[in-house]
Structures are given as structure tokens and as C-alpha cells.
């Protein structure tokens, strides 16, 4: 049997949905109403897109792409087209990635009358917190943004994105591009990554946790192989737990280092200082099992308090 050359399916959101922002990487576009996004599924080169077709009804489609015009290769032996389970898979990693299929009934009931939470749940339903297509794009992107401005992290992701990503279409904007993977990434020298403007050691550990990746040394999809991360240099909470709600959606994991948090939970707890990492973290403890989901919206919500004082940082 043919394979089939696209795969459309209809979902029907459980819970308020709209679609939000691209990716900072600009991998993921939203425009016009629709989100794009280029990524190789097991050497198979897919076009996912996804868009409103009318009140509670999203359309999830993945195309397969001709090989042959990536513009930009990916590491494969041997590229190959896309059948039904890419397609499939493709359509899943998108569904994620903008959050179609979470059911937050139970978030809303629990904090609408909370009184910090409450009002911004109220004025936005449809919250979903950002995230990866793969756990290792959150990872890399992680890695890429500690101890510095989110737009200085943002930069270095597109350098990576547009050096070694996987192309489809010319070489201006409107092209669309895929997040190197991790054995592409294990390849590079700690000096090409440094030309990105990462820094030294950052480089040197992001090379290191791709080839762990790449050869199967570690699992970023399981957590108990958390404490092998931060067992890399340079490596810390903060990065771990980037990767835990923006690349595996776990709603409990809260970047406490995030120097968001620490300008927040100071402007909210009336300490007239910036709060400490652990303060963050009492902070936000009664609104476990979801301080991550929490802490997405809060930052998303109170942006202004957020936004004023010094340029964001991030903790690693």
C-alpha cells in the first residue's frame, strides 16, 4: 500500500484553546491563524501545520516533504519520505507543542477564586505555557538561555537554528527551519558552538549532553535521568527543570532560578527586594501539584511587574 503523502486529523479541545505565539526560535510560526513547522521524524522530513476551523475545532495536518528539497540536510545516513507512523508522530509532537489536548477543568475549578490566580485565569482561559516540539529542543534551548537576557538566548537559538537546522525553502525569512538534533550538535566543536555567542563552558556542555543524547546514554524523556544532567558541568536546577515543563509538560516543574520569578515573588510578597531561589519555591508551594503551570501564567499575567528593573536573566 502507498504510503499516504498527508495525514489531517480534528481535535476537539477539552478545555477554552487558542493558538498562541511561535517559538523564540522561529521554528515554530503562527501566522495568519496558522502554526508551521518543519521537523524530521526518524530521517523523514515533515510539514506540520495546524490552525481554528471553527469554535472548539482545531485541524492538525502533516505533510510528507520531498527530501530532496531541504535546502539544508539532516544528519541521516539516507533521508527518506515520511509514511503513516511519521505523519502520525508529527501530528502528536505538534498537538504537544501547543497544548490542544490538556484538559485544565480541574485548574480552573481548583484556583478561579484564588486571589492572585484567580482574575488572570479569568481573563485567559485558553493559558497554555510554551513548549518544545522534543524534550531535547527544550534542553538545548535551555542551555542556551542561562545567566543571560531571554532576547540575547533567543538570538543564539536562531544562530544555532539557522547554522545547522535543517532548511526548507531560500535562505530569507520565509524559509522554515528545523532544530538541529542532538547528533548533529554532538558533532560541532565547543568553538563553532562559541561563535554562536554561547559561552565556553556552555558550549563544552552542550556538546556533551548531545552526545549523551545522540548515544543513547541519556533519556531527557525520563526523569530519573535528571540527576545524570546535572551531573554535567554547568548544568543546574533551573536547565532541568526547563526541560521538565517545556519539553516533557510536566505542570509541577518550576524554573525557580529564573530571574522572572525572583523580581516577582519579591514585588508580590512585599520583601522590597528580589526574592531568593527558596523563597520562589515556598512561594509557590501551596499551588502544587501545578506551580510550573502557575508560575507560566503568573510571569505571563504580571508581565509588567515582571518587565520592570533590570533586563532578564536566567539562572542555571
Not at 78 to 102: H, K, M, N, S, Y
Not at 142 to 150: N, P, S
Not at 290 to 304: C, F, M
Request: charged share 25%.
Amino acid at each position: 500500500m502507498r504510503a499516504p503523502a498527508a495525514l489531517e486529523v480534528e481535535v476537539r479541545p477539552p478545555s477554552p484553546f487558542r493558538l498562541g505565539r511561535g517559538s523564540t526560535d522561529r521554528t515554530l510560526r503562527i501566522e495568519g491563524g496558522v502554526a508551521t513547522r518543519l521537523l524530521t521524524v526518524d530521517c523523514a522530513p515533515v510539514l506540520a501545520r495546524a490552525w481554528m476551523r471553527g469554535p472548539g475545532r482545531v485541524a492538525v495536518r502533516a505533510e510528507a516533504v520531498d527530501p530532496a528539497a531541504l535546502t539544508v540536510p539532516v544528519p541521516c545516513e539516507e533521508l527518506r519520505p515520511a509514511g503513516r507512523p511519521e505523519l502520525q508522530t508529527a501530528i502528536e509532537r505538534l498537538r504537544f507543542a501547543l497544548g490542544v489536548d490538556e484538559d485544565m477543568a480541574a485548574f480552573h475549578q481548583r484556583f478561579r477564586r484564588d486571589p492572585l490566580v484567580g482574575p488572570i485565569i479569568r481573563r485567559r482561559p485558553d493559558f497554555r505555557p510554551s513548549r518544545r516540539l522534543w524534550p531535547w529542543e527544550a534542553l538545548a534551548a535551555a542551555v542556551c538561555g542561562q545567566l543571560i537576557e531571554a532576547g540575547r538566548a533567543a538570538t543564539i537559538e536562531r544562530r544555532i537554528v539557522g547554522r545547522w537546522g535543517a532548511r526548507l525553502g531560500g535562505s530569507g525569512r520565509g524559509a522554515l527551519r528545523d532544530v538541529p538534533p542532538a547528533a548533529l550538535i554532538a558533532g560541532r566543536a565547543p568553538a563553532e558552538l562559541q561563535s554562536m555567542d554561547l559561552s565556553g563552558g556552555r558550549s563544552v556542555a552542550l556538546r556533551k549532553l548531545a552526545r549523551d543524547v545522540a548515544r543513547g546514554r541519556s533519556d531527557v524523556v525520563d526523569p530519573a535521568n535528571d540527576a545524570r544532567l546535572l551531573a554535567v558541568p554547568e548544568i543546574g536546577p533551573w536547565t532541568v527543570q526547563c526541560l521538565a515543563l517545556f519539553g516533557r509538560g510536566e505542570a509541577d516543574a518550576l524554573p525557580a532560578g529564573d530571574l522572572g520569578y525572583i523580581k516577582l515573588v519579591g514585588h508580590l510578597a512585599g520583601l522590597g527586594r528580589r526574592a531568593t531561589v527558596p523563597e520562589v519555591e515556598e512561594f509557590y508551594a501551596p499551588y502544587a501539584p501545578y506551580r510550573g503551570l502557575i508560575g507560566s501564567l503568573t510571569l505571563a499575567g504580571l508581565h509588567k511587574v515582571v518587565s520592570s528593573g533590570p533586563p532578564l536573566r536566567l539562572a542555571a
